[in-house]
């Protein structure tokens, strides 16, 4: 397979920021900069439906309405771009994949907060159109986007309930009973899929969609199908912001909450408005393709039951969701599953680490509960009452 798609480099370069050593410089910098009270709002996003509410915030002029000023949203191409801005205080607020924010916490020793999560679910396990079951990716290469993402945790489950060992390998091709793990560029997931160098991948929307809309892969499990309402991305802010700033951290992570709560109401709009069409062309993504992953058509679901990619038809799950209240019940396990999750490079921090502690350590939920409470509590998320739920987790 041609190592130009692993995207190996990138990869490395963000295992190095994920080290004290390799984040210390870029924290230096941002040590050395002092943001005044009235600065304006820096976000930087990867063009994937992950930074929805952090793109409407903007586009509806949210953060405006809560008195701060908001740059438009930088549009980086990599993670590394993203975890490397952040950490060096060029922009203030960035969505990240949740296990990517427990790896910066206890790797890297980063003074990172998660303050609300950005969106549950939107992403699945897309595959070659002849490949009808999870077993019958046996010898086969699946691309995942990164070691610590909520999709090589859910992969893992997948694999393992087949009888399937995730492996990686450099050279050789994978026995039967395993299945070599790739890391890639989303970008280059779907050609990768089309000419047959891969036979799958697991990743956030709209890359699954623009599959389906190619005619190149179809969707043989969605990741909130497996684990529910999980968080896919989490906003992240730095402690100095937080500790410094609170009336400013306030308003911003308002605005945010604000946006979900618009975002759960105007699914068509949010298509638009993220599409390349969009009046600020947040996205590179056609509008039909963003549609079908915020606003799909009502034939879609019955669809998807009856192949199966939803199982759990009782959890009434939507492609996407939003929903901002980091529970600690997820956090939890979420550090359970990455024990047990490949991973490549040190992984040391993980063996030592109490879910319940990290989760407490990780998180800080005060400026999210005031913000739900504003419009209306948890209910205006379609959650009961409290700030506490039960994990439900089936393959």
């Known amino acids: 397979m041609p190592t130009e798609l692993f995207s190996r480099r990138d990869a490395m370069r963000l295992a190095s920021l994920f080290t004290a050593a390799g984040a210390a410089p870029l924290l230096r910098t ?18 994937i439906t992950d930074a929805t509410p952090l793109l409407v915030a903007h586009n ?15 549009l980086l191409r990599s993670w590394a771009q993203v975890i490397e801005a952040f950490l060096a205080g060029q922009v203030d607020v960035v969505h990240v994949l949740s296990p990517m924010a427990v790896w910066a916490r206890f790797g890297s020793k980063a003074p990172i907060k998660v303050v609300a999560w950005n969106h549950m679910d939107g992403s699945a396990l897309t595959v070659a159109p002849e490949i009808n079951a999870v077993a019958e990716l046996g010898g086969k290469t699946v691309a995942v986007p990164f ?3 909520i999709h090589n945790v859910v992969l893992g489950m997948l694999l393992r309930e087949a009888g399937l060992t995730p492996v990686t390998r450099r050279t050789g091709s994978p026995a039967p009973n395993e299945v070599n793990l790739v890391i890639m560029a989303p970008s280059d997931m779907v050609p990768a899929l089309a000419a047959k160098r891969i036979a799958g ?38 402690e100095r912001d937080l500790e410094s700033r609170p009336d400013w951290s306030q308003k911003v992570v308002n605005a945010i909450v604000k946006a979900q709560v618009w975002t759960r109401d105007h699914r068509a709009e949010t298509a638009q408005l993220l599409s390349r069409d969009g009046a600020n062309k947040y996205t590179p993504h056609p ?6 992953v915020l606003a799909p058509a009502e034939g879609d679901r019955a669809a998807y039951l009856a ?43 993980l063996e030592a680490l109490d879910p319940a502690a ?11 509960r005031r913000a739900i409470e504003s419009v209306g509590g948890p209910s205006a998320f379609g959650n009961p009452e409290g700030w506490a739920r039960t994990e439900t987790i089936a393959v």
């Open 358 to 368: 990290a989760a407490r350590e990780l998180v800080d939920d005060r400026l999210v």
């Open 30 to 47: 941002r040590a050395a900069q002092a943001q005044a009270a009235d600065a304006p709002l820096r976000i930087g996003y990867l063009p």
């Open 201 to 238: 991948y697991i990743v956030a929307e709209p890359f699954n969609a623009a599959a389906e809309a190619q005619g190149v892969g179809k969707v043989l499990r969605f990741t909130g199908d497996v684990w529910r309402d999980h968080a896919c991305c989490l906003v992240l802010m730095n």
């Open 287 to 292: 509008l039909p393709v963003l549609q079908k």
């Open 147 to 149: 070691w610590y993402s």
């Open 60 to 74: 509806n002029g949210l953060f405006e309405a809560e008195g701060i000023r908001a740059e438009k949203p930088t």
């Open 307 to 349: 192949s199966g990619a939803i199982r759990h038809a009782d959890w009434s799950n939507r492609r996407i969701d939003f929903q901002p209240y980091p529970f600690p019940s997820y956090t939890e396990e979420l550090v359970r599953r990455l024990k047990s999750t490949l991973v490549e490079g040190d992984r040391s921090f």
